[in-house]
């Protein structure tokens, strides 16, 4: 909702970058909708759907939030990922580590090592995101890890300190074909 509240304002101040905005918005929906049912999906695709949302993220927020995105640009072969994996790491990241009163930053990597794909996302921690209370998605992700890969075939580290949150996941690269391997 909010990203269309976004795009509605954009319209008035630049039209083009408001049509740039909504076919980013409808990718990313046709992503959820027709490419994750899927037990794997290609690196590309999911690190579009980040690439888009990041984008519509940045609408949102003036240039006291550095936000910073690195990923492989030329990806050679069929890399295959869970799908959705990392979007809860980068929501997070918006989620509390943007203050509207101070200088925030948002550190997102995403890269290929050999067999794994990391991610690595860093934020800046707002005094609202202390005081709210801690939700689920973390738990759920790791659960999910534990479902596709079994809890000793990957890594996640959080890093929890006054001024900065980061995470750190270390996956390995499925097969195309390959299913949740419990």
């Known amino acids: 909702m909010n990203t269309l509240n976004n795009i509605h304002a954009l319209?008035?101040?630049?039209?083009e970058a408001?049509?740039?905005?909504?076919?980013q918005l409808s990718d990313m929906m046709r992503h959820v909708v027709y490419d994750t049912g899927e037990?794997?999906?290609?690196?590309?695709?999911?690190?579009?759907?980040v690439k888009n949302y990041v984008e519509l993220m940045r609408i949102r927020y003036t240039d006291d939030v550095s936000i910073s995105f690195n990923y492989p640009q030329n990806?050679?072969?069929?890399?295959?990922?869970?799908?959705?994996?990392?979007?809860?790491?980068v929501e997070?990241?918006?989620?509390?580590?943007?203050?509207?009163n101070a200088?925030?930053?948002?550190?997102?990597?995403?890269?290929?090592?050999?067999?794994?794909?990391?991610?690595?996302?860093?934020n800046s921690v707002s005094e609202k995101s202390r005081i709210?209370?801690?939700?689920?998605?973390?738990?759920n992700v790791r659960k999910r890890l534990d479902l596709i890969y079994g809890a000793e075939n990957y890594e996640l580290q959080v890093e929890d300190r006054d001024e900065?949150?980061?995470?750190?996941?270390?996956?390995?690269?499925?097969?195309s074909n390959e299913v949740y391997r419990n």
């Open 18 to 23: 408001a049509k740039q905005t909504i076919i």
């Open 39 to 49: 037990n794997s999906i290609d690196l590309k695709e999911e690190l579009k759907f």
């Open 92 to 100: 997070n990241a918006f989620k509390h580590g943007v203050s509207y």
């Open 164 to 175: 900065r949150y980061c995470v750190m996941v270390k996956i390995p690269i499925l097969n």
């Open 132 to 139: 709210s209370k801690p939700g689920i998605g973390l738990e």
């Open 11 to 15: 319209v008035d101040i630049d039209s």
């Open 103 to 122: 200088s925030s930053y948002i550190n997102i990597e995403i890269r290929c090592e050999g067999d794994y794909v990391v991610g690595h996302f860093e």
């Open 75 to 89: 990806l050679s072969g069929r890399i295959s990922v869970p799908p959705l994996i990392f979007i809860v790491f």
